[in-house]
């Protein structure tokens, strides 16, 4: 019997360095890959998303669309993939339909083949338009589920769910574990129910590592039926990242499943990433494993977010009385997925209550969680602090699917960005504009002058090297006021000779 | 249904800081977490070994003795567990047979509950003696099986050999992945082979977590009935270390299996060595996974060795010939499993086989495996070969087992040990020098000036911090001669200003 065949989606392009080295890897680091990559066999190659869309215009003076279409032309034979927040695009707010359909229709212009589209709220309605852009591309769209873990979630919710997703049109499904909280048995439950219900729909597993559980959870998903599994190749795997790709292979060994995966590509692969990444060393996180995310459910780059909050406010001793509140606003929020923007969101609140008093005090974001305005959440949310939501926002709570409230917007977005220096005339413009509308100006600006890498660069790295070989703690030139008595005091520089 | 007791040994007081820390921690950055481990709910707490017992004499000033009587007093609870190398003891020759009952019954007198008992040939005559001793004194004996992968090594292999362990008298057995070698499907079929042959007989599993793939292979192993396994607090996990026990009980929830653990406990050791960690920094091991070993079958600590013999060597760039020669020896050698101490003898010998020719010139060690004075491997050792070493080393082969050739040597140990300045005139100091007789005698003459850590004091970690945060590379005042001509050269001191 020919063992079942597990697709593998490689994220190291994406969210492999999104989550180690804070997305800034500069498309120059990834060519040299590209080829072996390809040549691999993945079912997938995630390559583009809202982090990496930013940190191009923001930290690497990088065209995100042109880092796509070096993605098409250097991955020829590969399924490029990239997630998508529904109607959020790859922003921070709802758009406009119209924009959710240009963005769409460009990004598969460019190259796209697989959107994952998905809702911090697991809100079906904030999905629904992404998809029928999808749709009408001819691209795959693929509906995703977010998982977390709280009184009200359920197999059955999921299961359910999952039904929505694929009347929606959804081509194939994904259950998306982005704060590591999956375990083995509710990931076995989740996609058998799936596969039970809905017959042979293609399911794939995305989860992070830092608890140091997911790789069996992916194990049982695949033992339930899961067809794909995301990865990063071992050099930029694990801690905060996600399982290591080869590692996925050497696991299935001998098991009746396999990746089909070409591991002297993945050696290769891995090298080339072993090498770039100590230039992003300033950049790293230093979460190895966190096994504690599963107890408080707070995922753990909320948890610093929550930490430097406090710190800021002089209020460092209160991070556990915080961390106590969490739930509480959570569930007052009737229980949403603690994901961007959502995290933040009830983070910030429950940092107000405990320093203020509870609800004394809402943010916006937190007020429009309350009123409805991010979509439907699983729980009804608290009455009382709707109420005060509602009073102190002036506005009223709503029920239809938000973007249904707004207004069209591409003409103005094109009128917009027509006016900044430096735009270009394209869809494409428009859209980097629609998306970040702070950064893109700047950027604009600045373009013409090129990628500018914020690695360290070869040489800087051959430096440090030497000078931790010959034990001199120095690696540049430091000024150092020397004084030798009253009155005798000089700067001077020193550097290793 | 209450869910199936899956019994855990946490091994951070030995293995866990052996494979991270160089084996460096001291007994005193223990202490702390002791009472949390006692009441933790472990099955069993390993601390005491070959490589923590050389570290106490080597770098510590510490008598490992007496940190197995602060064990016992500490861990009042729990079964405290060592790793015992058969015939070898805790050293790196055979020793004749009282020498072993000796050192047998001294460990248990000291407090000793449970003695995991390998040889790294598996062979059975190299584990009998100390076996028996362990029986006669009351305590736990477990009989081990070394796991590693070659043509020769199957499941219906190490099935037999857990029935030859369990004829010698094992109350237990251990399966153990010194090198991260086990996957989950020869780790569910090896578990369920020794279950169905011999019923149910305890059997732990031990795995390393270089590879990626251990946590599943234990799941496996749990699946098919395996009753404990090793693990190793998060904060000291992962890498060449172990899977982390917090880990494997978040991996449990809900799978009708559980470890019984109180997670507030772990999270207090957790925390514990999580500030412990970083004073000794100076000792970590940089590898964070390496799934390589599985193709290449050589365990991470191996390869590291290999290519610094090479570079001494001025031959750095053979390491390629070199890994592919290691399989070639190891065939010769009739596939002994590569651990200490053959991992080394089998590395030694492909570097001179590589750099001198095939087998032109042989390590007196390798002769000796050649000739069965390590015992019995699992396949024929090449003729050619063993005739050479015949011929090199003037020692005709045998087949009986290695200790029956040595002399009766108790009295004699105890006559030069009573030689030695510092010496107590106990038989635990008569063990401490049969086992280390280099580094014994300069150990008794310092013994007095008690421990003396390898670790950075908070103080320095303090100022390494606050170096750090602000920017500066120098931690302390360093004094350099500056000369700014003939004649005028100054000696001045450069602190932080």
Redesign the interface.
């Known amino acids: 019997m020919s063992p079942h065949r597990i697709g593998v989606t490689e994220v190291v392009l994406r969210d492999g360095h999104q989550s180690l080295l804070a997305t800034r890897m500069a498309t120059e680091d990834m060519v040299a890959a590209c080829e072996d990559i390809d040549q691999a066999g993945y079912w997938s190659v995630e390559c583009w998303g809202g982090a990496t869309f930013d940190a191009c215009i923001r930290y690497l003076n990088e065209d995100p669309w042109e880092r796509l279409r070096r993605f098409r032309a250097l991955l020829p034979n590969s399924k490029l993939q990239m997630l998508l927040r529904g109607q959020n695009l790859l922003g921070y707010r709802h758009y406009e339909d119209h924009v959710v359909d240009k963005f769409v229709e460009k990004s598969a212009d460019n190259g796209m083949d697989i959107f994952r589209v998905f809702d911090a709220l697991n809100d079906p309605r904030n999905m629904a338009r992404a998809m029928a852009a999808v749709r009408r591309t001819g691209k795959h769209a693929q509906g995703t589920i977010c998982y977390t873990i709280s009184p009200l979630h359920t197999v059955e919710g999921y299961v359910k769910l999952a039904g929505q997703l694929l009347d929606m049109g959804a081509e194939s499904l994904c259950l998306k574990d982005m704060a590591a909280l999956l ?4 990931a076995y439950d989740i996609i058998r129910g799936i596969k039970e219900r809905y017959g042979d729909v293609h399911i794939a597993v995305h989860c992070h590592s830092t ?3 997911t ?2 959870a992916l ?2 998903a695949i033992e339930a039926g899961a067809d794909s599994v995301d990865t990063s190749i ?1 050099s930029l ?2 801690g905060p990242g996600h ?2 790709t ?2 996925l ?3 299935l ?3 009746g499943y396999d990746t089909g995966l070409d ?1 002297d590509r993945l ?1 290769q692969i ?1 090298d080339h990433f072993a090498r770039i990444r100590p230039k992003y060393e300033a950049f790293e996180s230093s979460v ?5 995310i ?2 408080t459910q707070i995922p753990g780059g909320m948890l610093s977010n929550l930490e430097s909050q406090l710190k800021a406010q002089g209020a460092g001793d209160k991070v556990r009385e915080v961390m106590d509140e969490v739930p509480e606003v959570k569930a007052a929020a009737g229980h949403p997925p603690l994901v961007t923007p959502t995290s933040q969101i009830v983070g910030t609140q429950a940092v107000f209550n405990v320093l203020m008093g509870p609800y004394k005090r809402l943010t916006g974001e937190f007020a429009d969680l309350m009123l409805g305005y991010y979509g439907e959440t699983i729980g009804p949310r608290d009455p009382e602090v709707q109420e005060i939501a509602r009073a102190q926002a002036k506005k009223d709570p709503i029920t239809v699917r938000p973007a249904d409230l707004l207004e069209p917007e591409w003409d103005r977005l094109v009128g917009e960005a027509a006016k900044l220096r430096g735009v270009n005339g394209s869809d494409e413009d428009v859209l980097t504009y629609a998306l970040f509308p702070t950064v893109a100006p700047g950027f604009f600006e600045t373009r013409a002058a090129g990628p500018k890498s914020v690695a360290k660069t070869e040489s800087q790295l051959a430096a440090e090297r030497e000078a931790k070989a010959r034990g001199v ?3 540049g030139p ?1 000024k ?3 004084s ?1 008595g009253p009155g005798r005091t000089h700067t ?1 520089q ?1 550097e290793p000779a």
Chains 1, 2 share one sequence.
């Open positions: 375990q083995p048995q509710p608890s140091g559980v790789m069996v194990m049982k071992s795997s694990l399982n290591p080869e590692s292979v050497e696991m060994e001998g098991t591991m050696i891995r190895i494993v966190d096994p504690d599963l107890r703690a120095l690696t430091v150092y006021k020397v030798l001077v020193v």
